[in-house]
């Protein structure tokens, strides 16, 4: 009796023998995935927040008598994404939105809760304004501090520093923006340690005495 023998010929692989090409291209879309995965939530969950409850960094500068204010809105603390000017300035005034309420629902005796307050420092001349997001909390000693500075003709340079909300910009925000340190400090040390280990390779270094030979196994 005569036996098929037609696994054997080179065309009939089995489904689950890869080729060598397919495993690696396999294991670049594992990579890239995860990469991604890991950008989105060590990277982009902090920066959505912060620009959500952002930071701002704000300068007023008197040249001769003018005074021109500079404002740059912040996620992350440092990186800038929106930045405004205005020239000149001539008083500050305050604007204050009220939380909302939320809706109870039918049958239920919990209380309503209501949102956090909105504040908003005004840098405004006749014909413009600027609006920043300030702490109900912080707005006055900011308007005090603008109000000197603007009515101080010695005065040459003011620089604050504002937050949106103190619970969510400083503590919340502060916590999350550790993990686009880390993720990125992961990232450099990666790259160096395969640096190291090419230069060792390219040197003619023993495997058994590169550094970082358990790492790159």
């Known amino acids: 009796m005569s036996e098929s023998r037609d696994d054997h010929f080179p065309g009939n692989n089995h489904s689950g ?8 291209l396999a294991k670049v879309g594992v ?11 060590l990277v982009g969950l902090p920066a959505f927040w912060t620009a959500f409850a952002p930071v ?3 300068t007023l500068e008197r040249r001769e008598e003018t005074v021109s204010a500079s ?13 405004e000017t205005l020239n000149p300035v001539t008083g500050f005034s305050d604007r204050i939105v009220g939380g909302t309420y939320s809706s ?6 919990s209380p309503r809760t209501k949102s956090e307050d909105q504040g908003f420092l005004v840098i405004q001349n006749e014909t413009q304004h600027i ?3 300030v702490s109900p909390a912080s707005i006055e000693s900011v308007i005090e501090r603008s109000e000197a500075f603007l009515s101080d003709p010695q005065a040459e340079q003011l620089k604050l520093f504002v937050v949106a909300n103190w619970k969510f910009s400083v503590f919340g925000g502060g916590l999350l923006a550790v993990l686009p340190v880390l ?8 790259v160096v340690i395969k640096g190291i280990h090419l230069i060792q390779k390219l040197c003619g270094v023993p495997v058994e005495r590169r550094l970082f030979a358990k790492i790159m196994r």
């Open 104 to 109: 109870r629902r039918s049958g239920s005796n």
């Open 131 to 133: 609006e920043v997001q």
């Open 56 to 58: 701002s960094w704000i």
């Open 71 to 83: 404002v740059r809105t912040c996620l992350l603390f440092v990186v800038p994404y929106r930045q």
């Open 183 to 190: 993720y990125f400090g992961a990232l450099i040390l990666g």
């Open 31 to 41: 990579y890239l995935f995860t990469q991604a995965l890991a950008f989105l939530a």
């Open 17 to 24: 023998n890869k080729k060598p090409g397919q495993s690696r």
